[in-house]
């Protein structure tokens, strides 16, 4: 299943310049495991060495925070559109 | 200048002191990094010179303009003309509260009135800096993603500057902070959604805009603004600490940064007796929205975001952006991150006006209650000098105290205050 995945700005230098990418998967861990491969160096700067998200980084599907959902596991379904971004904003 | 450069939080990466406030290598937050050897260079001599050059400036947060990431100092002509420029914020009172020590089994107990900041809350101090260094770096249009306070506080700094303003609120936000910023003119968008659907709307259209978001793009500077606060307090206590700090938490950034304060002064010698340990800090939260309290309570170093429902909106923050550090502090101090409901909230409130005269917004009612729960609890020696952080004022947050007192309307003669007031009242 394609996914929209938004890259932050942080980010894109690591992702060719891209702003935005389409990744196959069915659960979040799958698309961000996709992404990962088309751009091997985003792994180390979003995922802690066990494969967890790092504690900065938050990811949203279709706006809600994945934390509310089923974490890396939830499902998605055909065009839908996962947002990575910084968490360290606000306050 | 003291203000070096921007380094990240956990792996120390080092930034130019522009508007970035993630490290693109781990996501870490970025900090505000100083080289303070100028200023005492000299040793005792020039220790006592900077406490007067402090105690000379400006009735202000720009008297503590050595210690803040301004490239070329506080705004305006000189140092001591620096309050003629926009919305000067600081030097409020911090009031000696006998009173409400003596109602908690306590012997020293300050407040820290914010709320007497040119919008009435805290959030005057953190925009004056953000404001301030938005403005060095040429941007022309400032705007937050706000629970009210900051709302209220960037529309009036965008105003007082001549600055374009884009304020983004929770749709649902009370009404005097809907009110108290729109009147500056600014460009006022209600979100549908919580405080946290506002940050992430903002946090994208940061990356799209070239604006100054003061608690996004500009945040490390931002934040900086918060330290005058343990300054003012360290300077109207005489140039010393207190044992203690009961502090709200919303994103953990006001809490973290008075106790960076503290420590900056001790460092550097500034205060009296170095060897002093650094306060207890002390987190207060409404139960109705306290990640990082629980995060506390359970053990943990990082925060489970919560969906908030309380009515201290001002603090209705459910992913915390420096809960992590919050957590860490809380523990590294001795001190402790607690929770309380809405009615200890409204009693808070109560508690803090009928024994102090300071009428505050329901985020220092939540303050006041916890400092009653640790009285209560014990954790508080009786001798220590506590100091409670009030950050915003109670005539915003007017539905907390509907209903909690009767009033009566009389006929204007005195039979009639005899009959129905004097004789209810026995007077």
């Keep these: 299943m394609a996914v929209l995945v938004k890259i932050p700005t942080q980010l894109r230098a690591a992702a060719g310049g891209e702003s935005e990418a389409e990744v196959d998967g069915a659960t979040v861990r799958e698309v961000l495991d996709g992404l990962f491969e088309r751009h091997a160096e985003l792994r180390a700067r979003i995922s802690d060495e066990d494969g967890s998200l790092r504690r900065f980084v938050n990811v949203y599907l279709a706006g809600e925070d994945i934390r509310f959902l089923d974490g890396l596991a939830t499902p998605v379904a055909e065009g839908a559109e996962l947002t990575i971004l910084p968490a360290v904003a606000g306050g | ?427």
């Design chain 2, 1 to 427: 200048m003291a203000v070096s450069h921007l380094q990240c939080k956990e792996c120390k990466a080092e930034y130019p002191l522009e508007a970035l406030y993630v490290c693109e290598r781990c996501f870490g937050p970025l900090e505000v990094a100083y080289d303070h050897s100028s200023l005492t260079a000299g040793g005792a001599r020039d220790l006592g010179e900077l406490r007067r050059r402090i105690q000379g400036g400006p009735q202000n947060i720009w008297r503590y303009a050595d210690f803040l990431p301004l490239a070329g100092g506080p705004p305006g002509p000189s140092g001591r003309l620096a309050s003629r420029v926009g919305l000067p914020a600081g030097c409020t009172p911090l009031v000696r509260a006998d009173r409400l020590a003596a109602a908690l089994g306590l012997r020293e107990v300050w407040v820290k009135n914010d709320a007497a900041n040119p919008t009435h809350s805290f959030k005057d101090r953190v925009v004056s800096v953000a404001v301030a260094r938005a403005r060095e770096l040429g941007f022309r249009t400032i705007a937050c993603a706000s629970t009210g306070n900051l709302a209220n506080s960037v529309a009036a700094h965008g105003a007082a500057l001549g600055l374009d303003s884009y304020v983004f609120i929770p749709a649902d936000l009370e009404e005097q902070k809907v009110l108290a910023t729109g009147v500056y003119g600014t460009k006022l968008v209600g979100v549908k959604g919580s405080y946290d659907d506002v940050n992430r709307l903002c946090t994208e259209l940061c990356a799209e805009r070239d604006w100054a978001f003061v608690n996004i793009n500009l945040r490390p500077y931002y934040a900086e603004g918060s330290k005058t606060l343990a300054f003012e307090i360290a300077e109207q206590l005489g140039w010393e600490l207190p044992d203690r700090c009961i502090v709200p938490i919303a994103s953990g950034s006001l809490f973290t940064k008075i106790a960076a304060g503290f420590r900056e002064w001790s460092e550097l010698g500034l205060t009296d007796n170095p060897a002093r340990p650094q306060p207890r800090m002390n987190g207060a939260q409404a139960q109705g929205c306290s990640p990082v309290a629980k995060a506390f309570a359970d053990g943990h170093d990082v925060c489970r975001p919560v969906r908030p429902d309380t009515i201290a909106k001002s603090l209705a923050i459910g992913n915390p952006a420096d809960g992590p550090y919050a957590l860490e502090l809380a523990r590294a101090s001795g001190g402790a991150i607690d929770a309380v409901s809405d009615e200890e909230i409204r009693a808070g409130i109560a508690l803090l006006a009928r024994t102090t005269g300071i009428f505050t917004e329901t985020a220092g009612g939540v303050t006041t209650a916890v400092l009653a729960k640790l009285a209560a609890r014990g954790d508080i020696d009786p001798d220590e000098r506590v100091v409670l952080v009030i950050t915003g004022e109670g005539l915003k947050t007017l539905d907390a105290v509907r209903g909690t007192f009767e009033t009566c309307a009389i006929e204007p003669t005195v039979e009639a205050f005899d009959s129905e007031v004097a004789d209810a009242l026995s007077v």
